[in-house]
């Protein structure tokens, strides 16, 4: 019994982090705490704009596809349960195009970090258990190739 007992605990446990494992990432570049990024990674003044630019970008595609959603849930039909399951097919997708969006700001955003800063997103995303968002980070130019 205490050999069942022992499984089951082992199981439950893998199965939390293999699916938490599993979970990108995520930066949040649209969400409220931008300063938090700022410290975290310690942006410069260029990345800090062009941070700001992303997050604009991102308000406005995440703004229009709210509005298709609105539309949807407005016009769709709901009488019957077939109708409800249509309209959380659509819906699904909608909801996917603004997750792709978000992940697509946060790539952009990944590889204007330099290779410190994207140790440092990777030491986090290992310590959260999440999988992180592969990217080439830049790397700074040799004074040589600045002149």
Not at 16 to 41: K, P, Y
Not at 87 to 115: E, H, I, P, W
């Amino acid at each position: 019994m205490m050999g069942g007992k022992r499984f089951f605990i082992f199981f439950g446990i893998s199965f939390l982090i293999s699916w938490a494992w599993g979970q990108d990432c995520t930066l949040d570049i649209g969400g409220a705490d931008e300063d938090m990024m700022v410290q975290v990674f310690q942006l410069n003044e260029e990345q800090l704009r062009a941070m700001q630019g992303l997050k604009g970008d991102l308000l406005v595609k995440n703004k229009s596809t709210e509005e298709e959603i609105q539309i949807l849930f407005e016009g769709h039909p709901q009488s019957t349960p077939e109708e409800l399951q249509l309209l959380a097919d659509k819906y699904r997708v909608l909801q996917q195009k603004m997750v792709g969006a978000s992940r697509d700001c946060d790539t952009k955003f990944l590889a204007m970090l330099n290779q410190r800063q994207y140790e440092r997103y990777l030491e986090l995303c290992f310590e959260a258990f999440r999988k992180p968002i592969r990217v080439t980070p830049i790397t700074p130019k040799k004074k040589e190739e600045k002149e």
